[in-house]
């Protein structure tokens, strides 16, 4: 993913894991692997049960290694401006409003945590964005949360070949929940461009577009 993912501000254990594969390969009556819910993201649909401890170690190490995806997060650590667009619903005026961003890499490089500051409706809004990528699932991932709210938003998704990420979730607000989707892009100039998509009245609407441009 070519570029930062903000999870809708307007509209809204690696230890335990390992210690439950290894049980599996004690002594036990049962030698029947149970079914494990996320078996087909592993990528190799074998479960942790199935594995000796030193696959299982092996396993979770390769996991738990950042890799090319996450370098590719890092490299938009700095400071960035950011011009909004959006509006509430389809046949709404489109309004404007300005913020800034400043990430960092977290978690040894693991996610990238964004500290988004923006005023809209004159009013100020804070909002914290991490950024990651689940090596199990081969999806980018984001959790939103901001000061107008209680909840987070996540949201997952893949990067196309055309470098064009789509990140789908399920959005929270006082109108309820449903789905959303962003969708974004980094462009020659490296700005970075990203358009939001809520569900109003059944169907998917263009609600918001914003442009992130480096100032460090």
Not at 99 to 125: C, Q
Request: with cysteine.
């Amino acid at each position: 993913m070519k570029s930062h993912v903000l999870a809708a501000p307007l509209v809204r254990a690696l230890a335990l894991t390992l210690c439950c594969a290894c049980s599996s390969t004690g002594d036990s009556t049962d030698t029947t692997a149970p079914s494990h819910p996320n078996a087909s993201r592993s990528g190799t649909g074998e479960t942790a049960a199935m594995m000796s401890e030193e696959e299982a170690m092996a396993r979770m190490m390769e996991l738990a290694t950042p890799g090319p995806e996450h370098a590719e997060l890092a490299a938009h650590a700095g400071t960035w401006t950011v011009q909004y667009k959006y509006r509430w619903s389809p046949d709404a005026p489109w309004e404007s409003a300005a913020g800034s961003v400043t990430s960092k890499p977290v978690l040894g490089g693991r996610y990238l945590m964004e500290e988004h500051s923006m005023e809209m409706m004159g009013m100020p809004m804070q909002g914290l964005l991490f950024l990651g990528f689940d090596k199990q699932s081969g999806e980018y991932t984001s959790l939103w949360m901001d000061s107008n709210s209680t909840w987070w938003v996540e949201a997952r998704g893949k990067e196309s070949p055309d470098g064009v990420t789509n990140l789908t979730g399920t959005m929270k607000d006082i109108a309820g929940e449903r789905p959303y989707r962003m969708k974004t892009w980094t462009k020659a100039d490296g700005t970075v461009e990203n358009e939001m998509y809520d569900t109003i009245g059944g169907r998917e609407v263009l609600v918001m577009t914003y442009t992130l441009q480096r100032k460090s």
